[in-house]
């Protein structure tokens, strides 16, 4: 059982290039999340996809697209790359699992920098 | 939006002690999660937790909705136990899961 699978692990873009990060879930989770974390910071939503077929802004959605391309995948692009974009990414999914709570589990997680 | 603020930022344990983390949170909320980050990145969900305690071995947590905090306990430490830990919550509805994050607090445990 992968869980959720994040790729690349690590990239270095030059600023203006675009990338897609890829994301994918084998859960059967109807909910995916990007986000992003900075050093000495929490993360911080960039897009989320409730259900399969939506998605919408989370707090820091400047720079950035996202796709549902079904259930399982959900990629987020950036259309042209900048220093303030270096980040670590993470993909998550999540699944409302009644009594037992939610289950919320990440991806490993894309180190990229923009020089 | 709703802000979390987690204290202590930094907390060094010898092998074997207690910690007490501390998460509050601005307003109300129907999802409240923590989870701890390990040296490699990775990040593990901990607890769900938007009321009540619940316990997992070493580790418990408590969250007092009507006051607005959580706590997580970490009993007899193991350097495995050191990393980032981050509490995180979300609203009702459709933001149930979108989570809003603390900026953690580093635990570094010693052997």
């Known amino acids: 059982n992968a869980g959720v699978t994040q790729t690349p692990k690590f990239q270095v873009l030059k600023t203006g290039q675009s990338m897609t990060l890829q994301c994918a879930q084998d859960?059967?989770?109807?909910?995916m999340y990007w986000y992003r974390q900075d050093p000495g910071m929490g993360l911080r939503l960039i897009y989320y996809?409730?259900?399969?077929?939506?998605?919408d802004k989370g707090e820091v959605p400047n720079g950035y697209n996202v796709s549902r391309l079904n259930k399982r995948e959900f990629s987020l692009r950036l259309e042209s790359a900048a220093p303030s974009q270096t980040s670590v990414y993470f993909c998550?999914?999540?699944?409302?699992?009644?009594?037992?709570?939610?289950?919320?589990?990440f991806g490993s997680g894309t180190r990229l920098t923009v020089v | 939006g709703i802000q979390v603020e987690q204290s202590p930022p930094d907390l060094i344990l010898q092998e074997g002690a207690n910690s007490t983390l501390r998460c509050n949170f601005s307003?109300?909320?129907?999802?409240l999660q923590w989870f701890h980050q390990n040296p490699w990145g990775q990040l593990i969900n901990l607890f769900y937790?938007?009321?009540g305690t619940k316990q997992n071995g070493r580790l418990s947590a408590t969250t007092v909705a009507t006051e607005r905090y959580s706590l997580l306990y970490i009993s007899s430490s193991q350097t495995t136990d050191s990393g980032v830990y981050f509490c995180?919550?979300?609203?009702?509805?459709?933001?149930?899961?979108?989570?809003?994050f603390g900026q953690g607090t580093i635990l570094t445990v010693h052997p």
């Open positions: 998550a999914s999540s699944e409302a699992l009644g009594r037992q709570g939610y289950g919320y589990t």
């Open positions: 859960m059967n989770h109807n909910s």
């Open positions: 996809s409730a259900s399969e077929g939506t998605t």
């Open positions: 307003d109300s909320v129907n999802n």
């Open positions: 937790i938007p009321s």
């Open positions: 995180a919550v979300g609203g009702g509805g459709t933001s149930y899961g979108k989570l809003t």
